[in-house]
């Protein structure tokens, strides 16, 4: 009889103790790896595309390059390209790429939004860039150097910024 008691007592004491288990673990983690999930998930986005990107550093600049060509790229059919192969479909040109995405702040850039410029000065967007984050650009431009990785701050692409757009959601 004392056993039976025992035992009852200890398999009550085991299911309050697994219900309890359940019901914190369901509770403690569910909502936080939710939250990393979608965090890993952009971070992951903007390394796939900038992997990609860096696939072709040195690939040779040509001004109206062929949409889908990795023999050559002028700023906007790069971006399309890298972004196309992470899953992210954007329009060909770069001022079509501008009205794409959210509006960011110069100083809300993060990795993976593309920057816009008007190097020519004549209030018309003229090139796009991907930020990569610690004041870096991946991107092409003239012939003679193609795809490369820049500085941002106090360069002609800093100088002529005219905005920037999130299109890793």
Excluded at 56 to 73: C, E, H, I, M
Excluded at 129 to 155: A, N, P, W
Aim: with cysteine; net charge positive; aromatic share 10%.
């Amino acid at each position: 009889m004392i056993n039976t008691k025992k035992n009852r007592i200890g398999k009550t004491l085991a299911g309050i103790t697994l219900s309890l288990s359940i019901a914190f673990s369901g509770s403690m983690f569910a909502a936080p790896q939710s939250a990393q999930a979608a965090e890993v998930s952009t971070v992951s986005t903007a390394d796939n595309i900038f992997e990609t990107g860096k696939q072709f550093l040195g690939v040779p600049y040509k001004f109206g390059a062929k949409s889908g060509s990795t023999s050559s790229f002028d700023c906007s059919s790069f971006v399309q390209y890298i972004y196309k192969e992470n899953g992210i479909k954007l329009p060909r040109s770069s001022r079509q790429q501008s009205k794409v995405g959210e509006s960011v702040s110069k100083s809300q850039l993060q990795p993976g939004d593309l920057v816009f410029s008007d190097t020519n000065k004549d209030g018309v967007i003229n090139h796009v860039s991907v930020y990569m984050g610690e004041d870096q650009l991946l991107h092409t431009y003239r012939k003679g150097i193609g795809v490369t990785i820049t500085k941002f701050e106090g360069t002609t692409w800093d100088k002529t910024f005219v905005e920037a757009r999130r299109v890793i959601k």
